[in-house]
């Protein structure tokens, strides 16, 4: 545990306190907006399955990523940072898989090819949605690495030796109880435990469990790609031009993908992203990030599926 603490004060002692005022005002700016105007879910999302639903996500997560990327102007390291290439076409790349994962819909168009049930095919979108996207994202980014890195690192953060498996696992303890206080947040109950997504469905199938168990499967396996997106491919494969600068653009991204969802999650995802961008920086693993992010994930569905069956 020591060692772990070192690498998060090691990390605090590098950092240039006014740049860090700064990240906090553009993060309440941001938020400030995103609340006030649901740019997620009514701007963006009015042109769900269309080229400009693309675009508008590019756009979105462009302001956090290469803004943040852009305030390191302040001193000569950052500027000498920002003039390679080699960053600035990571940083494309990125924008452009994620924009594509969050735009990707033609599997709905298959499902319905497959399966003339409305209520089946309606929960295989939604598992779909989980799943797909995810295994897409994924093989890009394992494109990107054969094409580019193969040569000089191992796939990005697929490492478990030296992963402080016990420190994971007592720090998820420790959430265990912020999530039963932020499951008392009406919020909270408003948008989880997310499988009730299949339950208008399931009723209308005869197979709840089977759905049940498919549906938090697909859940699951989403959060390991975010991991390996946000803490595998947005720090490993940027260290080489950015060093320990790529934590901080990579959970203000992370930041920003939480804007459709409640309040409190969204400014505990910066920490929380803040927090796992160290340790992947620093074990150049992703092994905490994929143990704490789908243990507090499964979590938040079982504290809130117990108020919601309690209703």
Same mark, same amino acid.
């Given at each position: 545990?020591? *060692?772990?603490?070192? #690498?998060?004060?090691?990390?605090?002692?590098?950092?240039?306190? =006014?740049?860090?005022?700064?990240?906090?005002?553009?993060?309440?700016?941001?938020?400030?907006?995103?609340?006030?105007?649901?740019?997620?879910?009514? *701007?963006?999302?009015?042109?769900?399955?269309?080229?400009?639903? +693309?675009?508008?996500?590019? &756009? &979105? #997560?462009?302001?956090?990523?290469?803004?943040?990327? &852009?305030?390191?102007?302040?001193?000569?390291?950052?500027?000498?940072?920002?003039?390679?290439?080699?960053?600035?076409?990571?940083?494309?790349?990125?924008?452009?898989?994620?924009?594509?994962?969050?735009? +990707?819909?033609?599997? @709905?168009?298959?499902?319905?090819?497959?399966?003339?049930?409305?209520?089946?095919?309606?929960?295989?979108?939604?598992? $779909?949605?989980?799943?797909?996207?995810?295994?897409?994202?994924? /093989? &890009?980014?394992?494109?990107? =690495?054969?094409?580019?890195?193969?040569?000089?690192?191992?796939? #990005?953060?697929?490492? /478990?030796?030296?992963?402080?498996?016990? *420190?994971?696992?007592?720090?998820?303890?420790?959430?265990?109880?912020?999530?039963?206080?932020?499951?008392?947040? %009406?919020?909270?109950?408003?948008?989880?435990?997310? !499988? @009730?997504?299949?339950? @208008?469905?399931?009723?209308?199938?005869?197979?709840?469990? =089977?759905? !049940?168990?498919?549906?938090?499967?697909?859940?699951?396996?989403?959060?390991?790609?975010?991991?390996?997106?946000?803490?595998?491919? /947005?720090?490993?494969?940027?260290?080489?031009?950015?060093?320990?600068?790529?934590?901080?653009?990579?959970?203000?991204?992370?930041?920003?993908?939480? +804007?459709?969802?409640? !309040?409190?999650?969204?400014?505990?995802?910066?920490?929380?992203?803040?927090?796992?961008?160290?340790?992947?920086?620093?074990?150049?693993?992703?092994?905490? $990030?994929?143990?704490?992010? /789908?243990?507090?994930?499964?979590?938040?569905? %079982?504290?809130?599926?117990?108020?919601?069956?309690?209703?």
């Amino acid at each position: 545990m020591k *060692v772990i603490l070192n #690498y998060f004060k090691s990390y605090w002692e590098e950092q240039n306190k =006014w740049h860090l005022l700064f990240v906090g005002v553009f993060l309440t700016i941001s938020i400030v907006l995103n609340y006030k105007y649901d740019i997620e879910n009514t *701007v963006i999302d009015s042109h769900s399955e269309t080229s400009i639903h +693309f675009y508008l996500y590019f &756009l &979105l #997560y462009a302001v956090s990523f290469i803004g943040i990327y &852009l305030s390191y102007i302040y001193d000569r390291q950052g500027r000498n940072m920002l003039k390679q290439s080699g960053l600035w076409l990571r940083i494309f790349i990125a924008l452009s898989i994620f924009s594509y994962y969050c735009y +990707f819909y033609q599997y @709905r168009a298959w499902i319905d090819d497959l399966h003339d049930d409305y209520y089946t095919s309606q929960i295989l979108k939604i598992c $779909g949605d989980q799943f797909f996207q995810a295994i897409v994202m994924f /093989l &890009l980014i394992v494109l990107f =690495w054969w094409i580019f890195d193969r040569k000089e690192q191992r796939l #990005y953060g697929f490492k /478990l030796k030296d992963s402080y498996t016990k *420190v994971y696992l007592f720090m998820l303890l420790l959430m265990i109880p912020l999530v039963i206080v932020a499951s008392f947040n %009406i919020d909270f109950r408003e948008y989880y435990p997310t !499988v @009730r997504r299949i339950l @208008r469905y399931t009723s209308e199938t005869g197979h709840t469990a =089977w759905y !049940v168990a498919l549906y938090e499967f697909c859940y699951g396996q989403e959060f390991f790609h975010t991991e390996f997106f946000f803490r595998g491919f /947005l720090i490993l494969a940027f260290v080489r031009y950015a060093g320990s600068r790529a934590i901080l653009p990579a959970a203000v991204f992370y930041f920003f993908i939480h +804007f459709g969802k409640p !309040v409190g999650e969204c400014i505990s995802s910066f920490f929380g992203g803040l927090i796992l961008g160290i340790l992947s920086y620093r074990t150049q693993s992703i092994s905490a $990030g994929v143990m704490i992010h /789908l243990g507090i994930a499964y979590l938040m569905e %079982i504290v809130a599926g117990f108020w919601y069956w309690q209703s």
